[in-house]
């Protein structure tokens, strides 16, 4: 039976960046489907069956979510069809030999409008903010509080629906999680996500989702 530890061993840290690396070639793949009159469904079928074409299984029920079904952030797969000027989230992952992967990504279908535009950057600046301040050492809860504190400065706070990240590996949830309440401090080893989002509902919503290694000087970005 394989042990759960929050500090990745160097074989662990082998199988995850694997596992990360698959998940990223895949999207580069289907990326190519995303455009206007393709649905939601068959994105989400195409994923699954690269998946299992390399004979590895999912992380957990992949997510396909445009236009408003976007702001929703555990969003169940529809047959809607992509139109022009959608923003599109995409959110899946793979098991490899044991251990997940998780990686989203948020794609615009033309032009969005002004106010998803708007978050887009403010996500998109926010991970970056984040990954910058990920290191050994780092407390949890300053790291987050950092993040929010950018996000309110855009006074767009009442649009966060769900923590800045979770530990990734044998499991897809595992410790840490990152968020303001977790005072813990971050170790080299452990694995995370750093996915920051924005959900506004009836519009749509933006998220950007990297998995990272925690090191002793900053972190290595596994999904790019």
């Given at each position: ?123 998109k600046e926010a991970q970056i903010?984040?990954?910058n301040k990920v290191k050994e050492?780092?407390?949890i809860s300053d790291l987050v ?80």
């Open positions: 039976m394989k042990r759960l530890s929050i500090i990745k061993y160097n074989k662990e840290i082998r199988l995850i960046k694997r596992a990360a690396l698959i998940t990223k070639d895949i999207f580069e793949t289907i990326s190519r489907d995303l455009k206007p009159g393709a649905r939601e469904k068959d994105i989400a079928k195409k994923i699954e069956y690269i998946i299992k074409k390399k004979k590895l299984k999912r992380s957990f029920k992949t997510i396909v979510a445009s236009g408003p079904n976007a702001a929703k952030p555990h969003a169940k797969l529809t047959n809607r069809i992509i139109r022009d000027n959608d923003i599109v989230v995409v959110d899946f992952g793979v098991v490899y030999k044991g251990y997940h992967s998780d990686l989203t990504r948020t794609f615009i279908i033309g032009r969005i409008n002004r106010k998803l535009k708007k978050i887009y950057n403010v996500v903010k984040a990954i050492g780092a407390r509080k950092s993040v929010h504190d950018y996000i309110r400065s855009k006074k767009l706070k009442r649009y966060i629906l769900h923590s800045l990240g979770h530990g990734v590996g044998l499991k897809i949830h595992e410790a840490p999680k990152l968020s303001e309440k977790n005072k813990k401090v971050l170790r080299s080893g452990m694995v995370c996500t750093i996915e920051p989002g924005l959900y506004i509902k009836g519009i749509g919503g933006v998220r950007i989702e990297d998995m990272v290694l925690v090191k002793k000087q900053g972190c290595e970005v596994l999904t790019r």
